[in-house]
């Protein structure tokens, strides 16, 4: 069990041709102050670098500063969004020390060494807005500690699940089921982008609350039991928040199970039926919020992007799926005729989709991969009906994707938390809403 607060590595960036620091501030390399802007690239396996005045200054294997009193260091072009829909290039400053590595004959990756609790105050920066609500900023605090030292434990135990994009051996010919777990990195324990956590750097704009929320839970766990909690998390569950095993492997988490994301109590989805007047009648929920003023508060510039998350529509020609489904699957169904889904979550994410087409069917789960063949980036969500419009001679022209919520659903629902907390309710009372069972335990 966590006793002391941990150092972690953090990877911001890992195929990089040539990296363009600036250190704002004095760093000591090798026992030397290091200052201003730095650029190191890969020659012959070994790592080289100049000084703003042209000055070739290293020629070794490796680069590793630490900072003197609060200095920091920005890194130029640094991806984020990796495959989603805002994915982007830009300029982000960080706390902490610095390690670049080779990993290839000619590509760099940056690694950020920093204190678990100084990470934190950019993670939930990050993935919300530093203005949102104090008590939703402090949950989000407690759950991504939680699911970070949840992670290190499984890594400690060499037990961290390896990415899930596998076959099953009972699984009939023409079936795909992948899922994707968080695979071990390499070099550093977690990379800064969803494939783990957001993790952007410092604000661009005011501090706000984020350093006050991590401060106030200093070494708090949600805990299940005496395990730390391997605490989920999504943008917007649209109404009803998800089971475990729709979307990673076949297992009960009792601490992420289904639930109602407000006071009314609904019943799962799980028909096609049921599903049309789940998406069709917007339910009563803390997510279902178009308020733009409370969205610029609780959401990062990119994500105040993405409008409409509580329910929303994608239409498609029938060619244009085509097209997708080979080049994500593999698979070339010839001319599709139609899109089926065969089983349901109790949010109504489908999790086995069948994709019928005049020359081949395949079925396709689990949650994220039907979002991954369905999209150029990531459909929101799962959670969709289908209308097809058909010519006379009934193939399909176009398909029509309804559907509800963003993200895999499982855990905390971000905006649905951050709602609750512009309406009064504390962060305790925010966690148990959304992990039952679980409980509050300090560690350090």
Sequence with gaps: MITVEPQIKVGIGTAYEKLIIRFNGSFRWEGRPISGRVTLWLDAGRLRGIDESGREFLSGPQFLVQPEAEATFSISDVTIGVHFHWERKRQETFHGGLRVLPIMDRQLTAI???????????????????????????????????WLAAMLAQKEKKASPAPRTELPAAAPEGEIVRWY???????????NDDHCQRYHGLPEGPAGRAAEAVQATRGLFLMYGDEICDARYHKACGGLTEDFATAWEDATVPYLTSLADGEIDYPPVLTSEEAERWVSSPPLAYCNTSDPAMLRQILPAFDQETVDFFRWQVVYRRQELEEMIAARTGCDVGTLLDLLPLARGPSGRIFRLQIKGRKASL???KELEIRR??????????????????????????????GAGWGHGVGLCQIGAAVMATRGFTAPEILQHYFRGAALQRLY
């Design 373 to 402: 063949v369905l999209s150029r980036s990531h459909l929101l969500s799962s959670a969709f009906v289908v209308a097809v419009e058909r010519g006379r001679d009934g193939i399909p022209v176009q398909f029509t994707l309804r």
């Design 181 to 191: 777990g968080r695979e071990e990195h390499e070099h550093f324990d977690v990379c």
């Design 112 to 146: 950020n060494e920093i204190g678990l609790e100084a990470y934190l105050e950019s993670v939930i920066a990050s993935e919300m807005s530093a203005a949102a609500p104090l008590e939703f900023l402090k949950a989000h605090a407690v759950i991504s500690r939680s």
């Design 363 to 365: 079925i396709v789960g």
